[in-house]
């Protein structure tokens, strides 16, 4: 699995930081970074859960 971010549809809204903050973080500019773009297969839900929370669609996961 890997998280895949589309930086010109992300717009900072932070839910995915707000569900995975190990994974997903907000800069002072509210530029999102993927912190740990293959997390364990035992996190799958987590960063799905994240990922489906995104209002902009921004992220997908890979594999």
Do not use: N
């Not at 809204?13 to 530029?31: I, N, P, W």
């Not at 799905?48 to 594999?63: F, N, R």
């Amino acid at each position: 699995m890997r998280i895949v971010v589309d930086r010109d549809l992300c717009d900072g809204h932070g839910m995915c930081e707000a569900m995975a903050h190990e994974y997903f973080q907000l800069d002072d500019d509210d530029v999102m970074h993927v912190l740990d773009d293959s997390p364990p297969e035992s996190d799958r839900a987590k960063v799905h859960a994240a990922v489906q929370a995104c209002p902009a669609l921004a992220l997908t996961l890979e594999g």
